[in-house]
């Protein structure tokens, strides 16, 4: 399953960056039974990874990023279901989707979500993952370039529905300067009450790509990392923090000591969810 021919194939595929997506699936395909605690019981991953025909086991190899990844999913879910109970028409964005599908999760039967990612990633997507109904929007988007709000036609009047955005392990691939954009866009556009949901590596990950047991697999590098938690609102004066979110901290014993430690130390989370929103 792990053959030579089928991470070629992979490459052809995906590029580097895109190829990540690969970790999330994998684990949200295979990760339950390994972490039952954790389940999401991902109905679309498997049959996915089986249509693409690509080897996956070593990122199962990795059990640390499988956990974080159905953590993470679970704390996502959680916030966004928060969201849409105080919004229950609201539209849902998963910036950088991949072959996630967060709306088997958040249907709500009266919101509605859009999935957006590059190109060649909403191509794949089309290939093996079904269509969803009409609440259900796909687009291709480059977020590194600024204009993605109107780009994927989100609303723009501050007094408008608020939207819920996800983006989800994707600012961690971008330059710091694109992530300051599209933070900037965010709070620039969003309509009041609106939230953004993302998860943040720290400084030190940054150009260290090679050293972890899941992305050095793929050739991506990590360009951003957080050094201070005022980057996150510096961008834009409507953006505020609304909350952190740890996903690590139950790993096991040594995580339980090390991550709440790192935050204190160094004032940023090592890795974790932040919930950004705008003011009026
Ligand atoms: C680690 S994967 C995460 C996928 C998905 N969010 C998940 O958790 O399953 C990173 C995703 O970000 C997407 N991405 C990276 N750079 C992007 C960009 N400039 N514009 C849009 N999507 C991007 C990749 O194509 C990839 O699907």
């Not at 952190?244 to 974790?272: C, I, K, N, Q």
Request: with cysteine; proline share 6%; aromatic share 10%.
């Amino acid at each position: 399953m792990n053959s030579a021919p089928a991470r070629q194939q992979q490459e052809q595929a995906l590029d580097d960056v895109s190829s990540t997506l690969l970790i999330p699936l994998a684990a949200r395909a295979f990760g339950d039974a390994m972490f039952p605690a954790q389940a999401v019981h991902d109905a679309y991953a498997a049959a996915a990874l089986q249509r693409l025909k690509i080897g996956v086991s070593h990122f199962l190899d990795d059990p640390a990023s499988v956990y974080g990844v159905l953590s993470r999913t679970r704390v996502f879910c959680e916030l966004a279901h928060g969201f849409f109970d105080r919004y229950p028409r609201a539209l849902g964005v998963n910036l950088g989707c991949g072959l996630a599908w967060y709306f088997q999760w958040l249907d709500r039967r009266s919101n509605r979500w859009l999935d957006a990612d590059v190109p060649r990633v909403m191509a794949l997507r089309k290939r093996l993952l079904p269509a969803g109904g009409k609440r259900l929007g796909h687009a291709d988007v480059d977020l590194r370039r600024p204009g993605w709000w109107r780009q994927l036609d989100l609303p723009r009047r501050r007094d408008g529905s608020p939207v819920l955005l996800i983006c989800e392990g994707l600012l961690m691939y971008l330059e710091a300067e694109e992530v300051q954009c599209l933070l900037h866009e965010f709070g620039e556009h969003a309509p009041a009450g609106s939230e953004l949901l993302c998860d943040t590596l720290c400084w030190l990950a940054a150009g260290r790509a090679a050293m972890h047991p899941s992305v050095r697999h793929t050739h991506a590098q990590f360009r951003w990392g957080l050094r201070r938690m005022a980057e996150l609102t510096e961008p834009h004066p409507r953006l505020v923090l609304l909350s952190e979110h740890a996903v690590m901290d139950a790993y096991d014993f040594s995580s339980s000591l090390s991550y709440p430690t790192f935050r204190a130390l160094y004032g940023v989370p090592l890795y974790g969810i932040i919930r950004l929103g705008v003011s009026g």
